[in-house]
C-alpha cells in the first residue's frame, strides 16, 4: 500500500476539520481587531455546495462572517451568488460541507441532538422572499402565527394564546378580525406582515430576513422595512438582511457584506461602504442602483465588473481588514492599493 | 415643440371594465392621452392602479371578463378599442405593437428551443422560410448581446439565466420591427445589475430602432433614466403628467409626492421611511370625487365629492388634483422631496467616473 505524505497544512487543515466537526464549544477571536461588541453568529471557513447529479458544486467555498449582538448585517450580492444560501445553512436548512457555524459560541452546524436543534429553532426565524409561497394556503392566519407557539409550548392556556397572537398581529399593523382569514384574502404586503408576525412572535434573537421586500411594491415596501426596523429597535433582534438592492439595504443596515460567487469581497459600516467602495464589485452594484433623478441617472456611468481585472494566478486573494470594521478580499498588490487610496482620501 | 410631435397611439376617453362575481368594476376611468412617436413613455403606479391593463387595451390581450366600456383608441387610422376577432388583431398584436412582461418564463415555451420560438415569430409575421428564419434568429439573439448566439440558438429556456431570457423575450418582441414596444415591468424579477443592463438594452435598440416605447414600472428609479415622458396612475386614472424634469422636480399631485417621499434613498438617518397609508381603491361600485382622497394628507372637502380636471400646469405638464384650482389654498410639497436631487446626489458614490479612471490604471498596470 502506498502511503501518501501529507504536509504539515494539510495535518493542519485536517485537524482543524476534525475539530469543527467534533466539538461542541468554540471561542473564536474576532475577525475585527479590537472590537468590544458581542457576536452572535460566527461562521468560519465555511463551504457549502450542492450535489448536481453526484457532481458537488461548491456554491460558498470560505465563508468567514460574524454577526454581532443588536446589529442590523445587510448581505449584498447577485443572484446566485449564494447569499440566500448562507441565510439558509445558518437556519440548518442546508447542510454544510465544511467549517463551522457557531451561535454564542455554540456549535450549530453539523450533527446535532435533537433538543439542541430544537432551542436553535426557537431562537432564530426567517422572513421569506414570496409572502404567498410561504404561508399555508389551507390553514388561517391564527394557525400559522400561532404555529410555532404551539410546537414549543409557549402559552398557558388558549386564551394565553390567543392574546400573545392578536398583540403580534395588531404589532403589524393588522386588525384581530383578520385572524380567521386565509392567506388568499390578503395583498402581498399585508401577507409579508404575516409572515413578519409569525417569526416575531417568537421573540427570536436573529431574524433572517430573505428578499422580503423584493416581491413588494414602492410604498409597501417602506411599510414593511419600517417594521422591521421598529421590531430590531424595540425587541433588541439582530437581522440578517438578505437583499440585491443596495439603496434599500443602506436605509436598514449597520453594516453591509458585499458577496460575489460565494466570497464575501468587501464588508463595512453601511456608510462607509457607500463613501468609500474599494472593491470592483461593490463599485459596479453601487452604479448600478438606479438613481431616482433624471438629471444624474442620465450622466451616470455603469461601471461593469469583470473578474479579469484581478491577477490571482500569483499572490492569492486574502481577506483583510484594511481600516477599522473595513474588509475587503484582495492580493497583496491589490490590498496595497486600496490603502494607497485610503492615505489620499485621508489627506484630501 | 410637444404638439408639434407626431402621435402615435391616441386614446380618448377611455374606460375599461371588469365583471368579477357579479360585479361591475370599473379599472380604468376615462383615460385621454397622446404618446408620441419614438419617445419613451413610462407609467408609474402602485399595484392594482391599473397600469397593465390599460396597455393590455393596446393589444388586445384584456382577460376574458374585461370589456372596453367606452372610448377610443387611435393607431395608425385604425379605432383599436372596436377590435373583437383575434383576425382582426393579427396584423397589430406582435407585429406592430409587441409586449415584454414581467417574468421572461411565462412568455417563453419551456419545451421547445430558442431558436424554434423567435423562427415561430419571424416565419408567422415575416414570412421567412425555415432557413432564413434560423438565420434571423440568430442575427436577433446577437443583437440582443447574448454571447456565442450559434450555439445558445440551440438551447431550451431552462438554461438560460433570467437576464438572459429577458434578452430572448426582447429579441421575440424586435422580430417584427414592430412600432410600439410596451415594456411590462420587465426588470421586476430581476436584479439590479442584470436591470441596468436590461435597459441600456432597451434604451440602444431604441436609438437604432427608432420604435416608442411604453415602460411600465414601480420603480421612479428606473423611471428616471429611461423616461422622456412620465404618467403617473392612480386608481384606474392618470393623474398627473409630464416630462420626466417635470414630474421628478416639480411634482404637482399630492399622490406623486407621496410616491417619490417613499424613496429609500431619502430616508433621514434614524427615522422610519415615509409610506402612504392605507390601501389603493377597490374598484367595486363608483367612486365618490378623488380616488386618491381617503389617503391623502392634503385633502380638501371638495376632493370627497367631486373630481378634479386637469389642471394644465405648463405646455407639457398636467395634473388633476384640486390644489392647482385658483382658489385652493397654497400647499408646499411636503419637506422630504424638496431639493430632491441635492438630497439624491448625497446619497450616491461620490465620483464614480474618478473611480472607474482609477480601476483602468490599475488593471493596466496589471498587464
Known amino acids: 500500500m502506498i502511503k501518501v505524505k501529507r504536509t504539515p497544512e494539510k495535518e493542519e487543515q485536517l485537524r482543524k476539520e476534525k475539530q469543527y466537526r467534533t466539538e461542541k464549544k468554540f471561542e473564536f477571536e474576532p475577525l475585527e481587531k479590537n472590537t468590544d461588541k458581542k457576536i452572535l453568529v460566527s461562521c468560519r471557513d465555511v463551504k457549502i455546495g450542492f450535489y448536481n447529479h453526484n457532481l458537488f458544486t461548491p456554491i460558498v467555498k470560505k465563508l468567514n462572517l460574524d454577526i454581532y449582538e443588536g446589529e442590523v448585517l445587510g448581505l449584498v450580492g447577485e443572484s446566485g451568488s449564494g447569499k440566500t444560501t448562507i441565510g439558509r445553512a445558518i437556519m440548518r436548512m442546508i447542510p454544510i460541507q465544511g467549517g463551522v457555524i457557531t451561535y454564542k459560541g455554540d456549535r450549530i452546524s453539523g450533527r446535532l441532538k435533537q433538543n439542541e436543534k430544537r432551542e436553535l429553532k426557537k431562537k432564530v426565524q426567517m422572513i421569506f422572499q414570496d409572502p404567498s409561497a410561504c404561508l399555508n394556503d389551507r390553514s388561517n392566519v391564527d394557525y400559522i402565527v400561532s404555529e410555532g407557539l404551539r410546537a414549543f409550548h409557549l402559552y398557558d392556556s388558549e386564551e394565553d394564546r390567543l392574546e400573545k397572537v392578536s398583540t403580534a398581529i395588531k404589532e403589524v399593523g393588522l386588525r384581530t378580525e383578520h385572524l380567521s382569514r386565509y392567506p388568499h384574502e390578503f395583498s402581498g404586503g399585508q401577507r409579508q406582515r404575516i409572515g413578519i408576525a409569525r417569526a416575531v412572535i417568537m421573540n427570536p434573537e436573529l431574524i433572517i430576513a430573505d428578499e422580503p421586500i423584493s416581491a413588494l411594491d414602492v410604498s409597501i415596501r417602506a411599510q414593511v422595512l419600517n417594521l422591521i426596523r421598529k421590531f430590531q429597535i424595540e425587541k433588541k433582534m439582530t437581522v440578517l438582511f438578505i437583499a440585491h438592492d443596495l439603496s434599500v439595504v443602506h436605509y436598514i443596515s449597520d453594516r453591509i457584506a458585499v458577496i460575489y460567487h460565494g466570497n464575501i469581497v468587501e464588508i463595512a459600516p453601511s456608510n462607509r461602504l457607500f463613501e468609500k467602495p474599494l472593491h470592483p464589485y461593490t463599485k459596479a452594484l453601487l452604479t448600478a442602483i438606479p438613481i431616482p433623478d433624471p438629471k444624474m441617472e442620465r450622466e451616470k456611468e455603469i461601471v461593469t465588473y469583470d473578474e479579469s481585472v484581478h491577477d490571482y494566478s500569483i499572490e492569492k486573494p486574502e481577506f483583510v481588514e484594511i481600516e477599522k470594521g473595513h474588509f475587503v478580499l484582495g492580493s497583496p498588490s491589490e490590498i496595497k492599493k486600496y490603502k494607497k487610496i485610503l492615505k489620499e482620501d485621508k489627506k484630501m | ?367
Not at chain 2, 381603491?281 to 380638501?300: C, H, L, Q
Not at chain 2, 388634483?321 to 436631487?341: E, F, G, H
Open chain 2, 1 to 367: 415643440m410637444e404638439t408639434k410631435r407626431e402621435v402615435e397611439i391616441s386614446v380618448k376617453n377611455l374606460s375599461v371594465g371588469f365583471i368579477s362575481h357579479g360585479n361591475k368594476m370599473h379599472v380604468i376611468r376615462d383615460i385621454t392621452m397622446d404618446i408620441y412617436k419614438g419617445e419613451t413613455f413610462a407609467i408609474v403606479g402602485e399595484s392594482g392602479s391599473g397600469k397593465s391593463v390599460f396597455t393590455k387595451t393596446f393589444t388586445g390581450m384584456l382577460e376574458e371578463n374585461g370589456f372596453i366600456s367606452s372610448g377610443e383608441i387611435l393607431f395608425q387610422g385604425q379605432d383599436l378599442a372596436k377590435f373583437k376577432t383575434n383576425k382582426e388583431w393579427l396584423p397589430i398584436r406582435g407585429k406592430k405593437i409587441a409586449t415584454i412582461f414581467q417574468d421572461p418564463m411565462t412568455s417563453l415555451n419551456p419545451l421547445f428551443r430558442i431558436g424554434r420560438q423567435i423562427e415561430e415569430v419571424l416565419r408567422l409575421h415575416r414570412g421567412m422560410n425555415k432557413k432564413e428564419a434560423k438565420a434571423e434568429a440568430i442575427e436577433l439573439l446577437r443583437r440582443v448581446k447574448i454571447p456565442n448566439p450559434e450555439k445558445r440558438v440551440h438551447d431550451f429556456p431552462f438554461m438560460y439565466s433570467g437576464g438572459m431570457r429577458q434578452r430572448v423575450v426582447i429579441a421575440i418582441a424586435l422580430a417584427c420591427k414592430p412600432d410600439v414596444l410596451i415594456c411590462d415591468e420587465p426588470t421586476t424579477a430581476l436584479d439590479v445589475t442584470v436591470q441596468s443592463q436590461i435597459l441600456s438594452l432597451i434604451r440602444d435598440l431604441q436609438k437604432e430602432e427608432h420604435f416608442t416605447t411604453i415602460f411600465i414600472t414601480h420603480d421612479l428609479g428606473v423611471v428616471a433614466g429611461i423616461a422622456d415622458r412620465v404618467a403617473v396612475m392612480y386608481g384606474g386614472q392618470i393623474i398627473e403628467y409630464g416630462t420626466v424634469e417635470d414630474i421628478y422636480y416639480h411634482p404637482a399631485h399630492p399622490y406623486t409626492w407621496a410616491l417619490l417621499s417613499s424613496l429609500p434613498q431619502l430616508a433621514e438617518d434614524g427615522s422610519d421611511l415615509t409610506y402612504i397609508h392605507g390601501n389603493p381603491p377597490s374598484f367595486i361600485g363608483e367612486i365618490d370625487g378623488d380616488a386618491f382622497a381617503p389617503r391623502n394628507k392634503y385633502a380638501m372637502k371638495i376632493d370627497f365629492i367631486k373630481e378634479a380636471p386637469m389642471f394644465k400646469i405648463s405646455d407639457s405638464h398636467y395634473a388633476k388634483t384640486w390644489l392647482l384650482d385658483p382658489r385652493a389654498p397654497k400647499v408646499k410639497p411636503p419637506r422630504i422631496i424638496q431639493n430632491l436631487s441635492n438630497k439624491i446626489a448625497a446619497t450616491i458614490v461620490k465620483d464614480p467616473i474618478n473611480t472607474q479612471n482609477e480601476e483602468t490604471k490599475a488593471g493596466d498596470s496589471h498587464d
